[in-house]
């Protein structure tokens, strides 16, 4: 699921689009009756569960028009409007009106945006009142006939047919169970939804039009001017949807609204308030979240409130400019969709949640941020962003500059700043790209003069509004005149009266919306700016390839890479490398390089087009030839540029229309009289108005594309997935988790060994180290989200490790006596009996690697012949079958090894180390070193003297050949537990994250990863305890693709483990001839 290039894109001329595309009512429908949302429960309704605190299955009620032209009404979007479903409260416990937008990227990539007021009606139907009372009975005769279940109720839970009054002063009623009697004198609420649909995710203008709506049917004053039909076909017909580069505004029930669209070269159409992001979180820990953002992570946002978790995920999304999120994006999450937070793939998703949010999501290892407490939940080892102190310093100076208040302390971290640097001013500013909302603060990111004065109101210059009149040069000859005549000019008393004569300047909403866009519009430029220093030289890197057309690119891009990393990363800051090592091997950077590749055969993304024409104002300040990336600077200030605005007559009476009066309803509407100018495109409106407003003087002709939606004709109501769906689902993540596999392991493969490596200065041992510890690292992710995939209960923050140390467990548990595992394991016994079944298999495990290789062989083999594959497939086909001759050359051989006593006494260590299975036993364990750890039989118990049939003093002189190497130096134990108990030696890691990462290292090095997986995975009765029947490692086919995969990187050297781990203390051994030995 990929994040909607440009909400432009779907979005026709503005000359054929309304504001709004459907008006939509959803909630309650009477002919399909109340049932209840089982999704969550198995499919099975929980009669434990009190009938108000449930969710029921909500409807589209009616939407209007019941078609547009080129644009579909998408059905999906009931979950939308409704994430929680429909619920019901009495009536002191009725919430307040909440307004949400809402977001919905489909399978092609198009985006649906729109807006939803949630609102109460009273619930007047009789049988409806009856149905929820009858729920309340069978409610408490279940509590009844399971006593044991009240106790997982709160104080005020129905517990055993009685009610328990509120106690002391508690303010949140929301937690406690209300009971409903049909018969008695409570009042029945439930949630009802009016929503917009539209083109662009407009925020401000949607909220306010949607409130004046509900404002006219639940208003004391009633009959309304006009009726309800005039308002809704006002808006569906009449209110067009503005140009871009233009500004539009109408006035709703004497509320004015005004929307702003930037022009094609301006930054994107962005409707949230920044402002109000960062009274929620501080900038420091925006940035840490921005970061993980980066770097594709998953993340989980969780709020009680819709709003806020639109606002945190599209504020993410929009300051990543020019990047694009391409992956899972469901901002709002649907309580029935929950199942998907189990998705093995980097995710932003946003829950609300009641009333806590559960511990259990703190122990996976995503980050996952509460908005409404500020509390952040990290992943290990994400690196720093590059500059963060001075990132949020600069983002603090934009917010203090438009505050209204004086702040007193850090703004970075509680909101408030000390200090700022003071700013260069240059003459280049008329070559920045956004100004739709400048107006006229042109000065707006001016520094202070002082770096050591405090930020506040109070230190900072007039903003340019005060000047605009002195700066004219016509006022300027104007007045002079005046003064000829002897007429005086007062300067602040025209400023007043231009000012109270323009009742558009002067109305709240307007000028909020302005100075909000404005505040955007600034911090925006910040994150653009940084973007274009960190990646200031990125074109110098970009690998076309040579080819003819977009087609030839796509069909070799799995094969080739297209954007030179390690010459790219040798090029930068050493305090830059770990985030933009990172970051390179993202999916929305590979995308970004993508389209920079095809735009010299197609349109060039204005995406692309406007970060490239940044980048070049850059190189035109600091000069051409610039390669390596320059000394950051800040933003600079903005221009002023004024044009005039459209603005819409008001609502009318339509023919047929009658004013009534309404009870606080929602009324059933005349549908034919909204469905007028169904196939008509209305015009924008001729009336113009001199208004201010802000934006670049040359516009360029854009033609926008309409995107039509795909004719899927679906329900009106929300129907729950089924289980054949349920499984296809998991299905495409076991498939896309098995797709990465290969793509990883090809690509680290073409990285070690093919042509490619030598054209991309690979031969540098520095940098090809950098590129494998890049790739390792990400291969290393690719398996903690396969080992995370459909756990029954989260493992701790790594499920690979997790799962070696429970194999181990049962390993030594095993071996040491049966009865001992009865008494102490915390598995079953049948456990035991399938784990000394599997020790058969692992008896022939070198001859299974030899077949497994010789299939490998084979397969290329045959691929080679029914294709043209690329170059670098020679190179592994020929490692593959040196492998494989070298394995059967020496199969015969025996070597005198020395048997791995896995069931001695240092082997109950092994466990002491990890933070889930920890135990108080010790002795602790030494140091790590190469010789004592990884070649322990090499030397002797005090004197590090070589093990052999004797030493340069006992050499028998007369011997004529020297003695077989092999047979003096037996190789090293291959068994998991060796390399295991090694890895735990190591003192420099102290959490989970890091021992799997380092046993994956040490594993890939000496060519055991396969055999190493293979055996943890051998256990089948173990992946049943652990896994969920549809997690990958319990599908057969894709688990041996899987190893499969692994296997192939035996074909090649890595050093991963050795150039990662440098700390390690280790010795040598140097014997420069033969005879020494």
Avoid at 809 to 836: I, M, P, Y
Wanted: glycine share 4%.
């Amino acid at each position: 699921m990929e994040f909607s290039s440009s909400s432009d894109k779907n979005v026709q001329n503005s000359n054929e689009s309304t504001l709004i595309d459907y008006f939509v009512v959803a909630g309650y429908d009477h002919n399909l009756g109340l049932q209840v949302d089982t999704t969550n429960d198995g499919g099975v309704e929980d009669l434990s569960r009190p009938p108000l605190h449930r969710s029921f299955i909500a409807s589209i009620i009616a939407y209007y028009p019941q078609r547009r032209a080129a644009f579909l009404f998408p059905q999906e979007i009931v979950s939308l409007c409704m994430p929680k479903g429909l619920q019901f409260f009495l009536r002191n416990n009725v919430p307040s009106p909440s307004v949400h937008t809402f977001a919905n990227i489909r399978e092609d990539g198009s985006r649906l945006d729109g807006s939803a007021l949630i609102y109460y009606e009273e619930v007047r139907d009789v049988a409806l009142r009856e149905k929820m009372s009858q729920l309340h009975m069978e409610h408490v005769r279940a509590l009844t006939e399971k006593g044991t279940e009240r106790v997982h109720f709160p104080p005020g839970t129905i517990s055993g047919g009685t009610h328990t009054l509120p106690r002391g002063n508690k303010k949140d009623r929301a937690k406690r169970i209300s009971y409903y009697d049909a018969g008695g004198n409570s009042q029945l609420y439930m949630s009802k939804c009016i929503c917009l649909v539209n083109r662009i995710p407009i925020v401000s203008a949607a909220e306010h039009i949607l409130m004046a709506i509900h404002s006219i049917f639940t208003s004391n004053v009633q009959p309304p001017p006009l009726p309800l039909e005039s308002y809704i076909y006002w808006i569906l017909n009449e209110v067009p949807l503005p140009a871009r580069g233009s500004t539009l505004k109408v006035c709703l029930n004497e509320v004015d609204i005004v929307i702003q669209r930037p022009g094609p070269l301006e930054l994107p159409f962005f409707d949230h308030y920044l402002s109000s992001l960062f009274d929620l979180l501080t900038v420091d820990k925006f940035l840490r979240l921005f970061t993980c953002f980066l770097l594709e992570h998953q993340i989980l946002l969780c709020s009680k409130s819709f709003s806020r978790l639109m606002l945190v995920a599209e504020s993410l999304c929009a300051l990543a400019f020019p990047f694009r999120w391409q992956l899972t994006y469901v901002p709002i999450l649907p309580y029935s969709q929950l199942k998907f937070m189990e998705a093995p793939v980097p995710f932003i998703m946003g829950v609300c949640y009641e009333d806590i949010i559960s511990d259990q999501l703190f122990q996976c290892n995503m980050c996952v941020l509460d908005i409404d407490t500020g509390d952040l939940n990290m992943p290990e080892d994400v690196p720093l962003l590059p500059d963060r102190s001075e990132f949020a310093r600069e983002v603090a100076n934009v917010l203090v500059r438009f505050e209204e208040r004086i702040f007193e302390d850090d703004v970075i971290k509680k909101r408030t700043t000390k200090t700022c640097l003071v700013k260069k001013k240059d003459d280049w500013t008329n070559k920045r790209m956004s100004r739709s909302f400048d107006e006229e603060f042109s000065s707006v990111l001016s520094q202070i003069d002082s770096a050591t004065v405090p930020l506040s109101r109070n230190n900072l210059s007039p903003l340019p509004l005060d000047d605009v009149l002195k700066q004219s040069e016509v006022f300027a000859r104007v007045a002079a005149i005046a003064r000829r005549a002897g007429v005086s000019v007062q300067m602040d008393s025209i400023e007043k009266e231009l000012l109270s004569s323009d009742n558009y300047s002067n109305s709240p909403i307007c000028k909020k919306y302005f100075k909000e866009m404005k505040i955007n519009n600034a911090i925006r430029e910040v994150f653009l700016n940084r973007f274009a220093w960190l990646l200031y030289s990125y074109e110098h890197f970009v690998i076309s390839g040579g080819y003819s057309n977009c087609e030839a690119y796509y069909s070799n891009r799995d094969s080739v890479a297209n954007f030179d990393k390690a010459a790219f990363l040798s090029d930068q800051p050493d305090s830059n490398l770990a985030f933009l090592a990172a970051f390179l091997e993202t999916q929305m950077f590979t995308s970004f390089i993508d389209l920079k590749i095809i735009s010299q055969w197609e349109t060039p993304d204005e995406n692309l087009q406007m970060f490239d024409a940044r980048i070049q104002a850059l190189r035109e300040n600091h000069g051409l030839q610039m390669v390596r990336t320059p000394t950051y600077e800040k933003a600079l200030p903005f221009i002023i540029s004024e044009a005039l605005d459209y603005i819409v007559p008001l609502p009318h009476v339509l023919p047929g229309a009658s004013v009534q009066l309404y009870d606080g309803t929602f009324p059933e509407l005349n549908a034919s009289l909204l469905e007028g100018l169904e196939m008509q495109s209305p015009l924008p409106s001729p009336w113009k108005q001199r208004h201010r407003r802000l934006r670049p003087k040359n516009l360029d002709k854009v033609n926008n594309l309409i995107l039509d939606s795909p004719a899927v004709n679906r329900s009106s109501t929300y129907i729950t997935d089924t289980p054949l769906q349920i499984a296809q689902q998991n299905l495409k993540f076991v498939e896309q988790l098995l797709k990465e596999t290969k793509g990883k392991t090809k690509r680290m493969l073409v990285g070690k060994m093919g042509k490619e490596a030598l054209q991309l200065g690979h031969g540098d041992a520095v940098v090809n180290g950098l590129e494998e510890n890049t790739l390792v690292a990400s291969f290393c992710d690719l398996l903690e989200r396969i080992w995370a995939h459909g756990l029954i209960k989260k493992q701790g923050k790594s499920s690979l490790w997790a799962h070696i140390l429970h194999h181990q467990e049962l390993e030594k548990s095993g071996a040491l006596t049966r009865n001992a595992v009865a008494r102490h394991s915390t598995f079953t016994s049948g456990l035991l009996a399938d784990e000394w079944s599997n020790k058969k298999e692992n008896i022939n495990m070198r001859q299974n690697e030899q077949n497994m290789l010789s299939e490998l062989v084979r397969s290329m083999q045959k691929e080679m012949e029914d294709s043209s594959g690329p170059a670098w497939s020679l190179s592994i086909l020929r490692a593959a079958n040196f492998i494989y001759d070298k394995i059967n050359a020496v199969s015969t051989i025996e070597y005198p090894v020395k048997t791995v006593d896995t069931c001695s006494s240092a082997t109950n260590s092994f466990l002491s180390r990890s933070s889930s299975l920890r135990r108080d036993t010790k002795p602790a364990m030494k140091k790590s070193n190469s010789v004592s750890d990884f070649a322990p039989y090499w030397v002797g118990s005090g004197s590090g003297e070589v093990i052999g049939e004797g030493t340069p003093r006992k050499r028998n002189s007369s011997r004529t050949q020297s003695p077989d190497i092999r047979k003096n130096f037996p190789p090293l134990p291959m068994h998991i537990a060796y390399d295991l108990r090694n890895v735990l030696r190591m003192a420099e890691i102290k959490t989970d994250i890091g021992y799997a990462r380092a046993f994956v290292r040490l594993s890939l090095e000496r060519k055991l990863l396969h055999s190493h997986l293979k055996t943890i995975l051998s256990n089948t009765a173990l992946l049943q305890q652990i896994y969920k029947k549809y997690a990958f490692l319990r599908s057969d086919d894709e688990k041996e693709q899987f190893l499969y995969h692994i296997l192939s990187l035996n074909a090649a050297e890595f050093r991963c483990f050795t150039n990662t781990f440098c700390k390690t203390s280790w010795f040598s051994l140097l014997f420069p001839q033969l005879r020494f030995l």
